[in-house]
């Protein structure tokens, strides 16, 4: 599934403009994919939560504001 930057922004603002919940995540210096432990620990925890709210009702983290 390769899809570019404008692609992405395309429909992260499509999603949003119909009312649906979307969130992008950007890493500094990762180009396409993300390659640091940091950030793919970081991306892990933020899906976690993610799906954590969209399913299970939990309650949203600072990020999500």
């Known amino acids: 599934f ?3 930057r404008n692609q992405a922004n395309m429909a992260f603002h499509k999603l949003k403009a119909l009312g649906k919940p979307a969130y992008m995540l950007t890493y500094a210096g990762s180009g396409h994919g993300i390659r640091d432990n940091a950030s793919i620990r970081d ?3 933020k899906t ?3 799906l954590a709210t969209s ?3 939990q309650k949203r983290p600072q990020w999500m504001e």
């Open 43 to 45: 991306y892990a925890k």
């Open 2 to 4: 390769d899809v570019g």
């Open 48 to 50: 976690r939560e993610f």
């Open 55 to 57: 399913l299970l009702g």
